[in-house]
């Protein structure tokens, strides 16, 4: 079975400019692919300790050693208490959650959230 318009010269040339342009493309994506540009920073959701101001889609730094430069300045009060927002399992409010120094119980209900917002340890 042969593609239509391969009869004539303009059909087979534009066959090949396609099939060229596919081939420059996935090489394109591939060489793309093996050098990711390093993030310098990740949107994420945060809230305020000190005074509960919730920021959707703020810019946290990422350290050389790929882990979240926590606690960044708040952006309403200016406090360096903002953290990652997490909300709690018991009664729903945001929390503040620094992952390296995650809380032990929740400001508003006082429920045990020990162990609970610890990051698994990576499989070897």
């Given at each position: 079975m042969r593609l239509p318009?391969?009869?004539?010269t303009v059909g087979r040339v534009g066959y090949g400019a396609a099939a060229a342009l596919v081939i420059g493309l996935c090489v394109w994506q591939t060489i793309r692919a093996a050098r990711p540009p390093a993030l310098e920073a990740v949107p994420c959701l945060v809230v305020c300790d000190a005074c509960g101001a919730l920021e959707l889609d703020r810019?946290?730094?990422i350290r050389s050693d790929g882990s979240?430069?926590?606690?960044v300045a708040c952006a309403t009060c200016g406090a360096k208490a903002a953290a990652l927002c997490y909300n709690c399992p018991s009664c729903?409010?945001?929390l503040a959650v620094d992952p390296a120094n995650p809380p032990a119980r929740?400001?508003?209900c006082k429920a045990d959230l020990e162990g609970m917002f610890r990051q698994p340890n990576p499989p070897r």
């Open positions: 318009g391969t009869g004539s810019f946290v730094p979240l430069e926590l606690p729903g409010k945001p929740c400001k508003h």
